[in-house]
């Protein structure tokens, strides 16, 4: 338990021994306002959708961006600081090794998703009815630990390639394009919808709309059953490739490459 809380917490601190902690605000507060606004106002100039709908569709799909990046530069930032080589060699247990780092990202990328909705809320003049705030804030939760698990992934091929920003953005990408941010998929191609069912955030954002919509726990339990499974698979396949890029990276002596 100390190494799962004390090393999340000092590994999301240590992004700030370099990092201004004041470029988070164009990068997670206002880059996710501009976007909703930006496929809202579309939407009504092409007379599609609705204010509520990009709303909720862009809101939860920017919780990706801390879930993505962040999981990611837990190693590759280990690698550039030249300190990877002494955390594989520590005797701690990688599963709470690992998942400690993932807390912090998982936390973050909610409370970017919180303030996206609220913020893009008051701007559009969308108004969400009370009784659904909490339930959609428990959606929330689950479609952030959802993308989560695939930033778990995306930390793991940091053990295996020496720059995973290239790979976070078209994973960022796909998430924008697939999982129904902006789009029904209803109205993407049968390839495309078989895609998105086994992406985080798509049941996650079908969900959030449900609820948002008045729809009740039984009508979007498959939904959030399937993202958080989603999460939880995820998660398995980020651990068992930690395992094995850590065993190929000893055999190879590249754990020190950058």
Known sequence: MRVFFRGGLTSYRAL?????????????????????????YVGRTAGVG??????????????ALPCLFAMGHTISGERSSGTLPLLMASPARRIPLFLGRALPVLINGYG????????GALLLGVRLPPATLAPLALVVAVATFGCT????????LALYVRETAVLTNIAFGV???????????????GWMVAVAEWLPLTHGIAAARQVAAGAGWADVRSDLVAEAGLGLLYVAIGLAMLAFFERESRRRSTLDTY
């Open 16 to 40: 700030f021994t370099w990092l201004s902690p004041w470029i988070l605000i164009p990068t997670f507060l206002i880059g996710p306002v501009f976007q909703i606004l930006f496929f809202a």
């Open 50 to 63: 609705s204010d509520a709908f990009f709303l909720i569709g862009n809101a939860v799909q920017y919780a």
């Open 112 to 119: 970017v998703a919180l303030f996206s909705l609220v913020a």
């Open 149 to 156: 698990g695939l930033g778990l992934v995306t930390a793991a």
């Open 175 to 189: 998430l924008l394009i697939f999982a129904g941010v902006n789009v029904p998929l209803a109205a993407m191609p």
